[in-house]
Structures are given as structure tokens and as C-alpha cells.
């Protein structure tokens, strides 16, 4: 399959941990990298290679990943931080992309 | 700093056939730690990989979209473009352009263009 599968929606305290998911099975052959977008502007890339940090992102944002899952966690949510996050990966040949659905984050 | 910026109509009519420039500026599309890609997204919804052409010129398309896909390049103009026939208003989107640094394993789309909205209506 070259479907990734992240939960509609999730939601947060301010200054909480909160985890968010993405599970398919081109993650047991390749990375998983995450984008954050906020309404009106392009997608930023916050997580590149399942856990590393382009320079620039808050440390606040963590990457892991086992098997066909794939997380990325963010700790002590801001305000700023409410948005859409999609994961991508390869697939097939390595040539493909593809996208989840994506996760809206609410930060309450 | 790389920039991308799309370019092309806002608008397109009922099975006429949408094309998109992406311009690249701040660096150079000549280099084979880089490949280039389509995205879009319609209103309210995810992000949808179009495609992507490499260094080597040779393109990859999402197979849901493929019959009716073309992506090019002009590396003398630091342009890469998209075209998409026949379209239907389930093409609507706002579309973007970006870089894929493949100079590891990972691939991530590291620099974006801000998007622009293409409607298709009559």
C-alpha cells in the first residue's frame, strides 16, 4: 500500500506533550519527514529522516519511528503551534511521493 | 536564500488544460542534489503529490493524475513547469511548487513556493 494514515484531529493543553501519528507501510522501507501548515500559508518542513530537525525548528518538535509508524511529538504546545501537520514519504521506487491526510493540532 | 514562486492563470476552463512556471531563484536548479515537485491541495483538504522531474531530466508522476501530467524543465531559465489536460473542477487547488533535497536518503521538500489557486469553472 502507498497510503499513510494520520488521525484527523487532535488536541492539546497549552504547555503539554502531545504525539501525533502516521502509519503505513512505505515506512518500513523509508523516512518519514513532517511538515507543519497554518492556514493561508505553504507547508514548512519541521522534521526530516523520521527525527531530525532542520536548523531554524523549535526544539519543542521530536521525531520517532518503528516498524510502519511513525511520530512526531511536540513538547510544552504553544500557541503557535496549532495547525495542520502532514507526514510524507517515498514509495514504490523510492521516485514517489506520498502524503497523509493530515492532523489538525488544536492547542487549548 | 532559495526562493520558488508559482505563476500561471488563476483560472481554467472545464476540460482545457492547466499550466503552471515555477521560478527558481537564490540558487540553481543544475545541481543533482536536488530535485524539483508539484504538490496541491484543494480547498479544506491535504496536500496531494502531482509529480517530480529529477536531474536527469526523467519525471515521476502520482499514478491517480499521470495520463494527464506533464512536467519539464528549463534549467537555462531556472523554470520548471506543469501541465495538466482536461481538467475538471476536482482540479481546483492551490498548487506548489518545491525542492526535494536528494542529497541523502530522506528526500524531505525543504523549500516551498507560496502557492497559487487555480479554479476551474466555466
Known amino acids: 500500500s502507498s497510503e499513510l494514515t494520520q488521525d484527523p484531529a487532535v488536541s492539546v493543553a497549552l504547555g503539554q506533550t502531545v504525539r501525533i501519528t502516521c502509519q503505513g507501510d512505505?515506512?518500513?522501507?523509508?523516512?518519514a519527514t513532517w511538515y507543519q501548515q497554518k492556514p493561508g500559508q505553504a507547508p514548512v518542513l519541521v522534521i526530516y529522516g523520521t527525527k531530525n530537525r532542520p536548523s531554524g525548528i523549535s526544539g519543542r518538535f521530536s521525531g520517532s519511528g518503528s516498524g510502519d509508524t511513525a511520530s512526531l511529538t511536540i513538547t510544552g504546545a504553544q500557541a503557535e503551534d496549532e495547525a495542520d501537520y502532514y507526514c510524507?514519504?517515498?514509495?514504490?521506487?523510492?521516485?514517489?511521493?506520498?502524503f497523509g491526510g493530515g492532523t489538525k493540532l488544536t492547542v487549548l | 536564500q532559495l526562493q520558488l514562486q508559482e505563476s500561471g492563470p488563476g483560472l481554467v476552463k472545464p476540460s482545457e488544460t492547466l499550466s503552471l512556471t515555477c521560478t527558481v531563484s537564490g540558487g540553481s536548479m543544475s545541481s543533482r542534489d536536488n530535485y524539483w515537485a508539484w504538490i496541491r491541495q484543494p480547498p479544506g483538504k491535504g496536500l496531494e503529490w502531482i509529480g517530480s522531474i529529477l536531474y536527469s531530466g526523467n519525471t515521476y508522476y502520482n499514478p491517480s493524475l499521470k495520463s494527464r501530467v506533464t512536467i519539464s524543465e528549463d534549467t537555462s531559465k531556472n523554470q520548471f513547469s506543469l501541465r495538466l489536460s482536461s481538467v475538471t473542477a476536482a482540479d481546483t487547488a492551490v498548487y506548489y511548487c518545491a525542492r526535494v533535497d536528494s542529497s541523502g536518503y530522506y528526500h524531505p521538500l525543504d523549500y516551498w513556493g507560496q502557492g497559487t489557486l487555480v479554479t476551474v469553472s466555466s
Open positions: 512505505s515506512l518500513r522501507s523509508y523516512y
Open positions: 510524507n514519504s517515498r514509495v514504490s521506487s523510492g521516485n514517489h511521493l506520498v
